[in-house]
């Protein structure tokens, strides 16, 4: 066996294979090696049913999905492997007008990436597939694309790519240990030695924790069990196949939650029914292989009496066999496939419940960022770091579970899933409860959404248009623009980066200047090495040697570690997570300063106190570091503080407050209201799939400044022409829908871009899209088209910040004393 390699990866699945597969096909092929200790395919690959889906609300996985049926088609050609591909398209009926909707939304991300997607109505589905009863459907999509494939022959074809192009597989070779080395290389031990090499992919289906566990990371994976019927043949698809009548599509009845596809003159069913038990919860026994479960067919009685009644040939035919097997899942359902945490050069491609789909694309997106440094496409739907240490072995049974029973569900733009909460709250939570809050959660974290009042029942109400919350939204925005309003941040990302390289580090890791005064703060962007935007804070300058930064809440783990990687390693840095221990609140409003006056000595006129700019100040009798900085383009501040004191500042601020009307607001006003200011966000406007420069964010970059992180790619892809910009527009004749992202931007009905997110403007009282356009049609006053679920309304180029455009409110340039 060899000794070293640069790349060595552990499992043989499809997803493993794949891996190598890809880093073999970008030149890497003989210095890559895969582990598996058992055969290849024998874990979860070689009982799963091979499907296809190219369904997936997610732009990320979408992208990974398109890829991955690409590569199959072409694989056999390749490899002379057959790979067993039927492309026979897939169907997806609706039974109502909201699952409609949902396809609508998705068939605007299909247009973005270029999925073809086509629109049936129930007769057309009749034709289609003339064994389905069509009684109760509204509609349905055909992906013709779409199919199914034989995944151990998949396998086995990637296989014998990568090894083609020199990549060594070792079969019967299990994983004993890995540890790294002190020069930084990792050792991985087997039973037949030790494999010294740079890099680790850990591809290892049910047995991730375990994995995990071995370098001490907490993979936030577990299995659940997934069923499907195997039936005996049916005469009339018998006599189908005979007459050379073509197969018919993969037919699922979302609103049903199944799916059923022919399989040798008979049928398959899948369900993915509620109840469905996680396993393997503390990991497989090391020595399994092959392994089923014993089958719960009462458990999936009522999606078998659903299918009968949508399909009644298979009421018709008895069952030959049930599968009951492991299927990898996510608190979310979207695969690991990226860097791991903490670690440099392990790297995580676990979690795939649709594996034989996500593998090509996986491997291809981990071979490319292993090589080159970077991915090609914006990976953060499927980030190893989107979840936390707060995803503990209990919570990701619930969530897992959850997530597995939710696959055919609806999957509205603001559901919010309840298992495993509330699980982190801000000391102020109840309060708010008290107050109608409706929450919603990012990392953990619980946030008012929307507050419930004037008898509004305090639940959620999910749709693809505007629904009950939009009323609330608006009165939440009303009283914020007129009064004063309060919203919890507790869930923000906070760190202090401290010691006597903190300054020189951090000027080379953003792309902005530093703040040269004590107190004095920045807008600043960490690039990557393409010179795409990888994260925003809020900086702080506490002192020489010491800054204090906030970001997003829900890439807290992605934002740190970034941070933590890029440090230097000689001790002269020092990293402080202080995301528990700090509370947020922010006052926004014409009447903030007024309010914030009545609780505090501190002189917060606008000579004393600029807008951005910082102050320790005492609220009541609570240290706070008050910033003068918000996300709504009001008057205002955020008050960071030690997190015990929340409730005391939070009963200050109200006790102060009634007379001048403090309401507090929630997330989806905050929404709105940052859309009227053009303000963009990490992971829509903000992207690594584009320069600073496409984002329109000059104003925040540097390039004169010296060296820093991307700066060399930043310069030259501005050099050679910005191709892509960002703009943001306003959209006519909406009456009950928004955009609400992915949306296709069309110019006499060609595709000129996407918009990256939408929503009404309360203030301006009109409905907005930021989008990313060709930059020829990126000047104000330019007209186009944009899709809101299927419907096609005019849109037009409007300057950045239709609300407020000089910033006047928020300099408060007309009440600058009060």
Known sequence: MKSHAKVVVIGGGVVGVSALYHLARKGWGDDVVLLEKAELTSGSTWHAAGLLPLFNMSYSVGQVHKYS???????????GQPVGFSQVGNLRLAMNHDR???????????????????????????????????????????????????????????????????????????????????????????????????????????????????????????PVEHQYIVTEKHPELVKRRESGAPEMAVLRESDGSWYLREENGGFILGPYEKGAPCCYVDGPDPRAEYELFQEDIDRLAPHIEAAMSRVPAFAEVGIKQVYNGAIAYTPDGNPI??????????????????????????????????????????????????????????????????????????????????????????????????????????????????????????????????????????????????NVGLLDMTAFAKCRISGPGAEAFLDGFVANNLPKKTGGMALVHALNRNGGIHSEFTLRREASDSFYLVSAGALQRLDHDYIKKHMPRDGSVQFTQLTGALGVLVVAGPKSRQLLQRVTDADLSNEAFRWLSTRDIVVGMAPVNAMRVNYVGELGWELHHPIEYQNHIFDALFAAGEDLGLKPFGIRAMDSMRLEKSYRMVGTELSIEYSAYESA??????????????????????????????????????????????????????????????????????????????SEYSKPGTKMEIEILGKSYPATVVADSPFDPENERLRDVNNANS
């Open 69 to 79: 049926v690409r590569l199959y088609q072409e694989l056999e050609a390749e490899t």
């Open 337 to 482: 496939i990226g860097p791991a945490w903490d670690l440099d050069n392990f790297w995580l491609n676990e979690g795939h419940s649709f594996g034989i789909t996500a593998a090509g694309g996986a491997g291809w997106q981990l071979a490319e960022w292993i090589v080159e440094g970077e991915p090609t496409i914006d990976m953060l739907g499927v980030e190893p770091r989107r979840f936390g240490d707060y995803a503990s072995k209990k919570y990701l049974i619930e969530k897992n579970e959850e997530a597995y029973s939710n696959v055919f569900v609806i999957h509205y733009p603001d559901e919010e899933r309840p298992a495993g909460r509330p699980l982190r709250k801000a000391p102020c939570y109840e309060r708010m409860q008290a107050m109608g809050a409706v929450f919603g959660q990012k990392f953990g974290w619980e946030r008012p959404n929307f507050f419930a009042t004037d008898g509004m029942a305090q639940e959620d109400d999910w749709s693809f248009r505007r629904s009950k919350w939009f009323e609330a939204v608006r009165k939440e925005v009303a009283n914020t623009t007129t």
């Open 100 to 222: 409609m909707d949902e396809y609508r939304q998705y068939a605007a991300t299909a247009r973005t990436i270029g999925i073809d997607v086509k629109f049936l109505t129930p007769k057309e589905i009749g034709k289609l597939w003339p064994m389905c009863n069509i009684d109760g459907l509204v509609g349905g999509i055909f992906h013709p694309d779409d199919g199914y494939i034989q995944p151990a022959d998949l396998t086995q074809a990637l296989a014998k790519g990568a090894r083609a192009r020199g990549a060594t597989i070792y079969r019967k070779t299990a994983v004993l240990a890995i540890e790294q080395t002190s020069s930084g290389a990792w050792r991985v031990s087997t039973p037949n030695g030790d494999i010294t090499c740079e890099h680790v992919i850990s591809a290892t289906g049910n047995y991730a924790r375990q994995t995990g566990a071995m370098v001490g990371l907490d993979i936030p994976v577990i």
């Open 697 to 774: 964010m000059d104003r925040f970059v540097k390039p004169d400044k010296g060296d820093f992180l991307g700066r060399e790619a930043l310069v030259a892809s501005r050099d050679a022409g910005v191709n892509t910009l960002l703009v943001t527009l306003e959209v006519a004749g909406v009456d009950d829908a928004d955009a609400l992202g992915n949306n296709a931007l069309l110019r006499d009905g060609k595709l000129i871009g996407r918009a990256t997110g939408g929503g009404f403007g309360f203030r301006i009282n009109k409905s907005l899209a930021l989008g990313m356009v060709q």
